[in-house]
């Protein structure tokens, strides 16, 4: 969660990049954003992960720059449930 976009604050967005060459290089053409400005403030959202396979977020805001500049962007890799 953060807080939403003020005369203050920066807005942030989260995007699905396809593929980790778009993610290493915060390619945003063919990315799928999964979460806006808004969503993030208050309770948050939830996105879930319907694969087992890498998934690679970044924010897309202002053309991808908080990406390209490495502090607003992660990876999620997903695995199998433990047995106890």
């Known amino acids: 969660m953060y ?4 005369n203050i604050t ?8 396809n593929n980790l060459r778009s993610y290493l290089a915060c390619d945003l053409k063919k990315a799928r954003m999964v979460g806006n400005v808004i969503q ?3 309770s948050g959202f939830e996105f879930v992960l319907k694969k087992r396979k890498p998934h690679y977020f ?3 805001e202002r053309n991808g720059i908080h990406c390209t500049i490495g502090l607003m ?8 449930p433990c047995r106890y």
């Open 3 to 6: 807080d939403p976009p003020t």
């Open 10 to 17: 920066h807005p942030h967005s989260v995007y699905l990049m």
């Open 40 to 42: 993030g403030g208050g």
């Open 58 to 60: 970044v924010c897309g």
């Open 73 to 80: 962007k992660f990876v999620i890799t997903p695995r199998r």
